[in-house]
């Protein structure tokens, strides 16, 4: 998943990603083609802290620190431009992980300010990366290299919370590419590396047993997922042995499912356009959501639920939901603001039904900390309509936990004209953000987001800029 997020063991949010190019027109809206149109990527919901919730999106986070009552905004700065594949690291640190043009970066004031990860990631492009849900200071990177001539992918880990990165732990063959890693939360020393070997592609699986000192495999998954590539969603979390992957085919998207570590997989769900979210509840059920599309071709949400731990699935009526990821009995979707009518929406029955939560021009203020750095390109997002000017304004009188006022003032509905006089701006910026999977590249962020890592009971993944899908976001 790259340009997306992956949430802790919660969210596991998968992004569509859009091809690069100028300007399109779609249905009802206008959206830029290199995936600019502001779209939320996943969720992040520390368990330790019952009243924050996070929204990563492709233009910064938003943020509520008292259970949805009010929403602050922080851009992207200078270390954290294009960031993607958003994710926690387990309590009590909460580290907040993010890839952007600088490298793997990491915050601990919810992206007041940012920091670069030393060490071999210094030498090297990070392309995905998993926080270990058992220890806050583990952290597993995948990185290609950087060198005049051709090198292959590594696996490469941190011991320091992300402040520095170590040497190599596993080369990948030369002529393939490694596309997911995760480790287990029913027992830490087994890890599940995603690769493909070419001509093919030819989907293989590696396995440690010991926190990666040494390697099983690679298994060729060509006989159960055909020759396609694919991400890792997620490890179930008290069953080592069962793994959720996405998989790209030529014309859709398939969640795969192993109960047997991985020897085997089946495919049970596929979706025509992509697959967009997913969750393991605290319950067992397994939901699973994504776009399939109309007679006239426009993308509309559909989704699935197994009861039986994923042998067998049901239909399931959803919005165009992004990630999902669970808390304490409430299952967070992120839904299409523009098609939904909401950005956030909260489920207090296993996502039988939602109640919207917050949508981009319920956002009262950037963020106090962030002011003056996020001002110009908060007033660029006011001229698309996404949120009123207001917002930009510093606030009159701290209020909330976050320090922001919160602003009464709606936003208008997006309109053309409105959307184009920015569009110049903000699709410049945006222009060299390449995305993955469902967005024409090699498949995994689904920005199932293997789900935000934020540490909740779910999992979620999305596309990123990098150039493949993935986890944000890891493992969409």
């Known amino acids: 998943m790259r340009r997306g997020h992956r949430p802790a ?58 259970g949805g009552k009010s929403w602050t905004w922080s851009c992207e700065q200078e270390v954290s431009s294009l960031a993607s594949l958003y994710q926690l690291g387990p309590a009590p640190l909460n580290r907040l992980y993010a890839l952007s043009e600088r490298g793997l970066i990491h915050s601990d004031d919810l992206s007041c300010t940012w920091a670069v990860s030393g060490g071999t990631a210094q030498d090297a492009r990070p392309t995905d990366f998993f926080p270990d849900p058992t220890d806050a200071m583990h952290l597993l990177v995948l990185a290609v290299p950087n060198s005049t001539e051709l090198a292959a992918a590594a696996v490469y880990q941190s011991t320091d919370g992300g402040r520095t990165v170590g040497p190599p732990l ?67 979390p008290v069953d080592a042995q069962k793994i959720f992957l996405l998989v790209t085919e030529p014309q859709s998207q398939a969640l795969a499912i192993s109960f047997d570590g991985g020897a085997t997989f089946t495919t049970p769900v596929r979706f025509g356009v992509a697959l967009t979210a997913f969750a393991r509840l605290a319950s067992g059920v397994i939901l699973v959501a994504g776009l399939e599309s109309d007679a006239q071709g426009n993308p509309v949400g559909s989704g699935f639920r197994s009861s039986d731990g994923g042998r067998t699935f049901t239909p399931w009526s959803v919005p165009q939901l992004r990630a999902l990821v669970e808390r304490e009995g409430k299952l967070y979707g992120a839904a299409d603001n523009f098609v939904d009518g909401f950005a956030l929406g909260v489920s207090t029955d296993e996502g039988m039904t939602f109640r919207p939560m917050m949508k981009f021009g319920d956002v009262s203020s950037i963020r106090r900390c962030l002011q003056q750095v996020c001002a110009d390109t908060c007033h660029r997002l006011a001229m698309t309509n996404i949120w009123p000017d207001r917002t930009c304004q510093p606030p009159a009188a701290a209020s909330g936990a976050s320090g922001c006022a919160v602003g009464g003032e709606s936003a208008i509905p997006l309109s053309l004209p409105s959307v184009a006089a920015a569009a110049l701006v903000w699709s410049d910026r945006r222009r060299r953000a390449s995305r993955g999977g469902a967005c024409g590249g090699d498949p995994k962020n689904l920005g199932l987001s293997s789900p935000g890592r934020a540490m909740s009971k779910a999992i979620s993944f999305m596309c990123s800029p990098h150039g493949q899908p993935r986890r944000e976001g890891k493992r969409p």
Not at 42 to 49: A, K, M
Not at 183 to 189: E, F, L, N, T, V
Not at 195 to 203: A, H, I, K, N
């Open 9 to 66: 063991w919660g969210a596991l949010s998968l992004g569509v990603c859009l091809a690069t190019g100028g300007l399109v027109v779609g249905t009802d809206r206008l959206v830029w083609a290199n995936g600019a149109f502001p779209d939320s990527f996943g969720i992040l919901v520390p368990p330790d802290r019952p009243d924050e919730i996070t929204l990563s999106t492709n233009f910064g986070l938003i943020t509520s620190e008292d």
């Open 170 to 236: 596993y080369h990948g063959a030369l002529r393939g590419d490694l596309t997911g890693i995760e480790s287990a939360r029913a027992d830490p020393r087994v890890i599940y590396l995603a690769s493909y070997d070419t001509p093919g592609p030819q989907p293989q699986m590696l396995k440690s047993t010991d926190r990666g000192a040494t390697w099983s495999g690679p298994v060729n998954l060509e006989s159960s997922i055909g020759q396609n590539t694919f991400r890792i969603i997620a490890i179930d």
